[in-house]
């Protein structure tokens, strides 16, 4: 299974996100803050924030929460002035990271993500150190069970997909960033609900680890997902998916 898969992360992360409901929010927030500073505070005109507000309703944020984080990043009201900063690094068995945050204090960020990355086996890296092994693509998950794969690829491929793939128990259809609304849309219309969608950070190349490296590879992944500030991490590793399954057990 590989390190840029959202389903992957979301099988493995659930319980824990079950116990760790505020903290997720608090990320769902930001998102929805940043999205609203950005591109205004209406959904409709604003994709980026549309994603947002989609995914903290599937996650059953309160609309009060949503509301407030949109008046607060349409200057509404008072908030937070949050900087988006992608941090690049390897960690054990040089597998590359993209590490996506939000951050109110760009020095107490680096630090704790730098302090993962030491701590971890791994090393943080100048800009650009491992972005070339990444391609930014748009990337819809769908479980299978919620779909046939025909009239999902009918769908997806029609709205400008360019690729749907079998990723076990769900599909991943992935498109360029320009066709990723029109895809993620078209979704929505034809009543195929997906478990996420996201602009995603996709690696090109892919370093397969195995045993004690794979395990320390998830640790490394869990550190970073738990930093308040990290909205998300991309890893370019590919793991068995029995070896997964054991490490989740």
Do not use: C
Request: net charge negative; no cysteine; aromatic share 6%.
């Amino acid at each position: 299974m590989s390190g840029h898969s959202k389903w992957a992360t979301i099988k493995r992360k659930k319980g824990a996100i079950d116990a760790q409901r505020g903290k997720l929010f608090t990320k769902l927030i930001r998102e929805i803050t940043v999205a609203a500073k950005i591109g205004g505070g209406d959904p409709d005109g604003n994709p980026r924030l549309r994603a947002a507000v989609l995914a903290a309703k599937g996650a059953n944020m309160p609309n009060s929460n949503i509301d407030r984080a949109i008046a607060k990043g349409s200057g509404e009201s008072d908030g937070a002035n949050y900087e988006e900063i992608t941090y690049e690094g390897y960690g054990p068995g040089r597998v590359a990271f993209m590490v996506e945050v939000l951050t109110d204090n760009r020095n107490r960020t680096a630090a704790e993500v730098r302090s993962v990355f030491t701590k971890r086996g791994g090393s943080l890296g100048e800009a650009n150190s491992v972005r070339r092994m990444f391609d930014r693509r748009g990337q819809i998950v769908v479980d299978k069970t919620r779909v046939e794969e025909d009239v999902l690829m009918s769908v997806a491929l029609d709205a400008g997909a360019e690729d749907i793939r079998d990723d076990g128990e769900v599909f991943e259809v992935l498109s360029s960033l320009s066709e990723f609304d029109d895809v993620r849309d078209a979704l929505i219309k034809a009543n195929i609900p997906y478990e996420s969608a996201s602009v995603a950070w996709l690696p090109n190349v892919s370093v397969k680890v195995t045993g004690s490296q794979a395990e320390s590879v998830l640790k490394m992944v869990d550190a970073l997902e738990d930093l308040d500030d990290v909205q998300n991490v991309y890893g370019n590793y590919e793991i068995d998916e029995a070896e997964m399954a054991s490490f989740s057990a």
